[in-house]
């Protein structure tokens, strides 16, 4: 099964204070390379912004970067042009971008959902500490995030059209 992964909203950090803070992206597909050696599926992460050139994602995560357009634009005019997107699983904390999501076909979950399932698939006992810090980080981070002040953040205070509506 394949997972779409909203990098800089599941990070909680822009394109320009993720791309100063290297550390957040590499935790954050670190955690998803875990997961994905676990059996999780195929695992691709849609960032914001553009490639940085030293940037080498972990074995089993592809990683995609949507310049000059946003990643929810990117993700959302893939899921168009793909054959079959209900396949594909978007995981995402974003409203806005999971009910497009919805609304072109394909499954979504957030980060806390998605996360219980990936725990749940782990076998060997040496990853649930690991995984229970990940989840509990995630979710501490989750209780933090203001979705109206992200809007504003990124002009979306009002619905615009950005050719993900159907």
Known sequence: ????????????????????????????????SDWRGSGGGRFLVWFDGDD????????????????????DAVICRRLREIERPGEVIVVTNDRELSSRCRNIGAKVL?????????QSRLAAPSHVGQVRQTRKASEDASQNIDV???????????????????
């Open 148 to 166: 109206d002040d992200w809007m504003r953040y990124f002009g979306m205070d009002e619905p615009e059209s950005d050719g993900c509506a159907p």
């Open 110 to 118: 957030d980060w806390n959902s998605f996360s219980q399932n990936m």
């Open 52 to 71: 940085p050139a030293d940037m080498r994602p972990p074995p089993g995560v592809a990683v995609r970067f949507s310049a000059p357009e946003s990643a």
């Open 1 to 32: 099964m394949p997972y779409w992964f909203d990098g800089n909203n599941l990070i909680g950090l822009s394109a320009a204070d993720a791309r100063a803070d290297r550390h957040a992206r590499a935790a954050f597909l670190s955690a998803l």
